[in-house]
């Protein structure tokens, strides 16, 4: 309901309601906008960041002889040597069948040998050769100098305030995976 001021001898009729304490506290409509403009901006810089630092390192490492499949496979088994064949493709998210062919090839080049699972004849477990592991040290190397170059402008405090941050928002999405995954079961 409008509201009467006296200014002077004269009442005046104030037109604009007043606004709860709720109301004031919600931003106005164009900042909420704005908020969600922003927000979207940060998704698609993310997505724009990790799709430009694949596809560079996969520059760097092509004088390797190496593709991106194959040492994201070598780099995983590097942390989980001798995993399962179905639990690296689950890991990797990829299917079973692109996954043996991709290891038919590493086996092929000698980086990785399948052997029978003790306990289920069906399944093979994943290891790195030696070969595979002198790749690892050049890649290790290579993302070593990449990481350099492509991280220069961030001071160590940026470095850790943005790891910080990556994580966090990392942990939600896990938590909403394995929410998802819980709701499907």
């Not at 009467?4 to 409509?29: C, F, H, I």
């Not at 070598?74 to 990829?94: N, P, S, W």
Request: hydrophobic share 40%.
């Amino acid at each position: 309901m409008p509201e009467d001021k006296r200014v002077g001898s004269t009442s005046v009729r104030n037109s604009s309601p007043q606004l709860s304490q709720a109301e004031a506290a919600k931003p106005a409509r164009s900042d909420t906008d704005a908020m969600h403009r922003r927000d979207m901006k940060l998704g698609y810089l993310i997505h724009d960041v990790s799709r430009l630092r694949r596809t560079a390192f996969d520059q760097v490492v092509k004088p390797l002889g190496v593709t991106r499949a194959q040492w994201w496979v070598i780099a995983h088994l590097a942390r989980h040597d001798g995993m399962v064949q179905t639990q690296l493709a689950e890991v990797l998210d990829v299917g079973k069948a692109s996954l043996g062919a991709l290891l038919d090839r590493l086996e092929m080049t000698g980086f990785i040998e399948r052997r029978p699972e003790l306990s289920d004849r069906r399944a093979k477990r994943v290891f790195l050769t030696k070969p595979s592991l002198r790749l690892l040290e050049q890649l290790v190397a290579s993302e070593t100098a990449f990481n350099a170059k492509i991280l220069e402008g961030l001071s160590d405090t940026d470095r850790r305030e943005l790891m910080r941050l990556l994580s966090i928002i990392r942990e939600t999405l896990s938590s909403m995976e394995q929410g998802a995954s819980a709701e499907g079961n």
